[in-house]
């Protein structure tokens, strides 16, 4: 299955498979939730319940003003900067990514293991302020000790010289035999996060907020902690709504059309190789129409991918309001 809409030749005969694009489509929302979800959720119920009122009152418009942030500049920002920069520092870059999640439990950790009047000196909802400064160096630590993990674990005899070479890109295309391009999977995925993040904070922070504080207090009342409220009263209660966060980023995931223009080698390629490019529905429209003639197969099939993608988002949005109406019943939220 193949795409191949034009070639130099006249006896060529042109590929309109739609399979390529689908793939990509779903390839390049997952890495883009992948990455977004996990923060987008976690921020929402850290800043709803924990975070103290005049910093809740800065974040929130913060986060409101990423998200009007035009998707050409994030695609123009992700192709000429932030590509070269992952390809240049890909081992520091996966190094600190893996690590910051685990330090910011180990600080959580940290923080409840300190006794109890160590932790009375400092006001509710500001602990971030003295547990940042040790994700941070967790992470920097992490991105240091890049060069050495990967001189130790991915040397490899280049292929032109035969002499040994500290590159993970070689390594990848040695050791898989899949192809290695710069923007890849994990830009594209890294960037359109980023866009979807604001979208899905928003949704389920108001969602959380929401919450009638007579479920809290007598949660709390009861002798439940901070966190077990948060985890069996209030996400129960705001789940209709976290989900509704959800499905909207995935809409704006599926069908972003610039970042992945920009962003990648806009290839249409069927592999899971997260450092190969992909070619979504919404970029081949974008990059294709103008040079469709109008009633050509060519036209119809741009239209007939429209259409796909139109009916994909409708019928992933139809299931994610039935599920979120059960949800609504079973958990009695109004």
Known sequence: ???QSSAGSDEFEAKYSLVPLFYGTVKGTFYALLFALPIALTAAIYVSQFLRPEFRQVVKPVMEIMASLPSVVLGFLAGLWLAPLVD???VPLLCA????APAAIAAGFIWSALPQPWRRQVAPGVEFLWLLPFVVLCGWLAWKSGPAIESFF??????????PVSDIREWWRQTTGATYDSRNSLVVGFVMGFAVIPIVFTIAEDALSNVPNSLVSGSLALGASRWQTVWSVVIPTAISGIVSGIMIGFGRAIGETMIVVMATG????????????????????AVELPEA????????????GACCLFLLTFVINT???????????RYKVV
């Open 1 to 3: 299955m193949e795409r």
């Open 88 to 90: 240049s520092r890909i």
């Open 97 to 100: 990514v893996a690590v910051l």
């Open 154 to 163: 991915f040397t490899v005899k280049d292929s032109s010289s035969g002499l």
């Open 266 to 285: 806009n290839t249409a390629v069927m592999e899971a190789n997260p450092f190969s490019g992909m070619r979504t529905l919404s970029a081949n429209i």
């Open 293 to 304: 003639a109008a009633g050509h197969t060519h036209y119809r099939a741009l239209f007939l």
């Open 319 to 329: 299931l994610a309001e039935i599920l979120r109406q059960r949800l609504r019943e």
